[in-house]
């Protein structure tokens, strides 16, 4: 009875098992193709992901296989496991017997080694800035946005956020890599301010750090709406006046519609007093609901800015 794969491997009579190739390489023979991993090396998060494969390694803990190949000029390249070797050779210079590191060769096309590292499922996820940069160079390759959602199981939707977002200006990514934007407030800004994006966005930042909060959401650069129950309220009010209007009424209203904005300045037209006055009421709700949150915000940047005195303050003393 065969007790181990290799045996399971080679047992006719056992054709659901398959051996594979498996390579050791030593950690200084492996390469890696300049910008071809879209991590960036001095995010702290990064750092701190090499620093847990050192450990591994010095601690003797298991540590899977990298995906490799062999370019044109005979290196050992790597498509999967950047942060893994980099973490052997940390832990190599701090004393560890690191000899060689398991490896399994990649077969693919250029393109194919793309999504592999999309697509990497092991420890720390790309963050949303790389995961836009490898889309674009997916595009630039020939891919169509469906093609490339397919293949990334992700929506269409989705992938065309991401190319909105890896084709900004440089002073967008500055504020999305430093974290002071989150990547969709970045996109939402970029819908709404194109080319201007990047300055609306550092006003943004000034005034979530004025009210003590580290990071711009999606939720600050969208335009303020009232709550649903109001708008609710607007419409029904709105509704209200329209059903006021006979044909004579309509008709008025057409051939106003054939005027220019400026011919009809200082023009009146009749409405029915109650539906105009329960519109009225709703945009005042919805006036007040705005004042509000406002008002909340001023208060947030009022006690954000007490704090930092009586920080400085409590630091001289």
Not at 144 to 152: F, V
Not at 159 to 177: F, G, P, T, Y
Not at 189 to 205: N, T, Y
Request: include cysteine.
């Amino acid at each position: 009875m065969a007790t181990s794969l290799k045996a399971l491997a080679a047992d006719a009579d056992t054709p659901g098992v398959k051996k594979t190739d498996l390579y050791r390489v030593a950690p200084h023979l492996l390469h890696e193709t300049e910008g071809f991993n879209l991590r960036d090396y001095n995010d702290p998060d990064v750092v701190s992901h090499i620093e847990a494969f050192a450990n591994s390694y010095l601690n003797g803990a298991y540590v899977p296989p990298l995906v490799v190949r062999v370019d044109d000029s005979g290196n050992v390249t790597i498509v999967e496991g950047h942060c893994r070797r980099r973490g052997a050779l940390l832990a190599v210079e701090r004393g560890a017997e690191v000899a060689f590191l398991d490896c399994l060769p990649f077969k693919g096309n250029d393109i194919e080694r793309v999504e592999v590292m999309l697509r990497s499922a092991e420890g720390l996820k790309l963050k949303p800035l790389a995961i836009a940069e490898g889309y674009l160079r997916l595009h630039r390759m020939g891919h169509t946005n469906s093609l490339i959602a397919k293949r990334q199981n992700k929506t269409v939707a989705h992938v065309e956020q991401m190319l909105l977002l890896a084709n900004a200006n440089s002073d967008v990514h500055k504020l999305v890599r430093s974290g002071a934007v989150a990547a969709y407030a970045a996109i939402e800004a970029l819908r709404a301010h194109g080319e201007k994006a990047g300055q609306f966005l550092s006003g943004k930042v000034d005034e979530a750090q004025s009210t003590g909060k580290k990071t711009v959401t999606r939720k600050d650069v969208k335009e303020w709406l009232p709550p649903r129950k109001i708008v609710g309220g607007m419409f029904n009010s709105l509704h209200g006046v329209v059903n006021t209007f006979n044909s004579k009424k309509r008709r008025e209203l057409a051939e106003l519609e054939k005027l220019a904005p400026e011919q009809l300045k200082g023009m009146t037209i009749e409405v029915d007093a109650a539906a105009m006055l329960g519109l009225y009421k709703s945009w005042a709700a919805a006036d007040e609901a705005h004042k509000s949150k406002l008002n909340e915000t001023r208060v947030k940047q009022e006690k954000a800015t007490q704090q930092q005195i009586e920080g400085i303050e409590g630091g001289q003393a």
